[in-house]
């Protein structure tokens, strides 16, 4: 069964660097698209982005001049980095496993989320 | 830049009765990448159909995805009272997904 954690500080203060980590079981992170997607308390989810696992990246234009979406095969992780943070970045954020191929592309693997505030 | 709008925004219906559920595009799209999503508070979303029309492994045959170019559906043939749930569209690769569909109980 494929499963997905992250991790990383629930507390971010305003301009600095959020850094959440999701760790991969079940799965090798060597295949599929490893992605972000978020959640603003009471409101829809927004994609953020995903990496493949050969390092291509693709990012939700809104926000690409701050994000960085990193793979570290050895670990079976992915990391999310999201600078120059303010109020309108607090979330859930869930990572997930992309599915895609020439036919068919979803997320079918999500981890439980953590909420992440940004606040001084 | 591609959109998906929902509708309606929020759905009131009995256990047992029938649920219809559209996501509109802004331009046509691929039905392919055509997916809908299944939100409980304080979950994750969960998968349940992808392709448009394909139901995710375990998802029971209730639930029905239809569509093409720039109207998809989702419908709920009878409602259980787990199904109370916001749903979602997405077409993958794209940045939004719909804003989401909240069936609540009548």
């Known amino acids: 069964q494929v499963q997905l954690q992250e991790s990383g500080p629930g507390l971010v203060k305003p301009l600095e660097t ?27 989810l927004e994609w953020v982005g995903y990496i493949y696992y050969s ?29 120059s943070v303010t109020a309108a970045d607090t979330a859930i954020y869930y990572c997930s496993r992309g599915y895609k191929s020439t036919w068919y592309g979803y997320f079918d693997y999500w981890g439980q989320g953590t909420l992440v505030t940004v606040s001084s | 830049e591609f959109v998906l709008t929902q509708s309606p925004g929020t759905l009131s219906l009995s256990p047992g009765e029938r649920a219809t559920l559209s996501c509109r595009a802004s331009q046509s799209t691929s039905s392919s990448y055509l997916t ?5 508070p304080g979950q994750a979303p969960r998968l349940l159909i992808y392709g448009a029309a394909s139901r995710a492994p375990g998802i029971p045959d209730r639930f029905s995805g239809s569509g093409s170019g720039t109207d998809f559906t989702l419908t709920i043939s009878r409602l259980e009272p787990e199904d109370f749930a916001v749903y979602y569209c997405h077409r993958f690769g794209f940045s939004s997904f719909g804003q989401g569909t909240k069936l609540e109980i009548k």
Do not use: A, M
Request: proline letters at 5%.
């Open chain 1, 18 to 44: 959020l850094s959440l980590t999701c760790t991969v079981s079940g799965d090798s992170i060597s295949s599929h698209y490893w992605s972000w997607i978020r959640q603003p308390p009471g409101r829809g």
């Open chain 1, 55 to 83: 390092g291509s990246t693709d990012y939700n234009p809104s926000l690409k001049s701050r994000v960085t979406i990193s793979v570290d095969t050895s670990k079976n992780q992915f990391s999310l980095r999201l600078s």
């Open chain 2, 36 to 40: 809908w999503y299944q939100q409980k």
